[in-house]
């Protein structure tokens, strides 16, 4: 089946410092790959995506790669800052056909938290 | 697009009343999404809708917990009766099939 398993939070960084945030998936076609994030209050929002293989996604200083061979989508950022606080999702959108299509599979979230 | 619209932003109601939440799409968008975010369980999808059917409500939790979308710009979510277990934050999300889902700003449910 179709899953995403991200590191377990919550995650606490003093501004510019370089993060990490481990997400590794498991999928029966061929999946799209998301993060997103979401701020005190408020919805998911998409921070990047990837669509196949090789493929990064970046936004806002923020990177990941879909790297098949690892099926993993680890989020990156060279240095943070306090308004990046967030709770982070993984998520994978399985575009094979049958009754999954269009579906998304999230992570947990993982809580992050920085300081000044 | 204004976005995917919910509405109420807050809800207080009293155990056994009957709760509905609503949610506007975007237009164009084939699937919909309704999740259920709590701290203890995280971001669980109660069911969602291709082509106003609905795909897969197995994420729906009880008898008490209904779902439609009698056309392509409009979902209900109810619960009858309410229970304090159900207080928990509401997302609707739409997308077209294999793009990014746009998510709603969220109903958050208190029940007393």
């Known amino acids: 089946g179709n899953s995403v398993t991200q590191m377990e939070g919550p995650v606490t960084l003093s501004e510019e410092a370089f993060l990490t945030i481990n997400c590794t998936y498991t999928?029966?076609?061929?999946?799209?790959l998301f993060w997103y994030v979401q701020y005190p209050g408020e919805g998911l929002q998409l921070l990047l995506k990837a669509t196949k293989a090789d493929d990064k996604g970046s936004n806002k200083g923020f990177e990941a790669t879909y790297r098949k061979e690892t099926t993993s989508f680890h989020l990156e950022k060279g240095s943070v800052q306090v308004s990046d606080s967030a709770v982070y999702f993984c998520?994978?959108?399985?575009?094979?056909?049958?009754?999954?299509?269009?579906?998304?599979?999230f992570g947990r979230g993982t809580q992050l938290t920085v300081w000044p | 697009d204004a976005g995917v619209i919910q509405s109420p932003r807050h809800e207080v109601t009293e155990m056994g009343q009957e709760v509905t939440l609503r949610c506007k799409p975007i237009?164009?968008?084939?699937?919909l999404f309704w999740y259920r975010q709590t701290m203890m369980r995280g971001l669980e999808l109660l069911i969602y809708f291709n082509n106003n059917v609905p795909i897969d409500d197995s994420g729906m939790p009880e008898d008490r917990f209904s779902a439609k979308m009698p056309n392509a710009s409009f979902s209900n979510l109810k619960i009858q009766p309410s229970e304090p277990r159900d207080s928990a934050v509401y997302f609707c999300?739409?997308?077209?099939?294999?793009?990014?889902?746009?998510f709603g700003q969220g109903t958050r449910l208190t029940v007393v």
């Open positions: 999928a029966t076609g061929y999946p799209s």
């Open positions: 999300a739409s997308t077209s099939r294999g793009t990014e889902a746009f």
């Open positions: 237009s164009g968008h084939d699937y």
């Open positions: 998520a994978l959108s399985d575009r094979s056909r049958g009754s999954t299509l269009g579906r998304l599979y």
